[in-house]
């Protein structure tokens, strides 16, 4: 199962600040690890919906939300909670994950996880410095 991207409030373009558009393609978290036997809740929290838009933004589920999937859908009081739960969870690690340097969520090498995000930095580093050089140029050649 792959992770989805988080969206900005346009909808469909992708948020510039997510963690996700700052990996390389080939990297381990793009994909969401195993949830064993919690798989079946987690396919219901994707279809309930992870969270929903509230007057401030992107809010958790609450108790009438999950409710209404309910009454078609059994699920259990703990269920209930977990999703609930899980969603909350959810919109915590978007406000966390939007800070420079943080972490994903679950790693199974954070050592490459470091130099993967110190890569990205660098990376980024060059860009800036062979913008400045053109604009410096770019002014130089015009007397400004």
Known sequence: MSTPETTSKKGSVPDSSCRLRT???NSMYHQVPDCGELQRLVEVWYEIGQSKVGFSGEVPLE???VA??????????RERVLVIKMSTSYINSIHK???RGMRAPFCNDYEL???QIIDQEISNSQKQVR????VAQFIKDNNM
């Not at 209404?68 to 009081?77: A, E, F, I, K, M």
């Not at 913008?131 to 053109?134: F, M, P, T, Y």
Request: charged share 35%; proline share 4%; glycine share 4%.
């Open 63 to 65: 108790w009438v939300d």
């Open 23 to 25: 990996l390389p393609k």
């Open 97 to 99: 994950g939007k800070k």
């Open 68 to 77: 209404n999937y309910s009454q078609s859908n059994y699920l259990t009081h």
């Open 131 to 134: 913008r400045d050089d053109k």
């Open 113 to 115: 996880a470091e130099q």
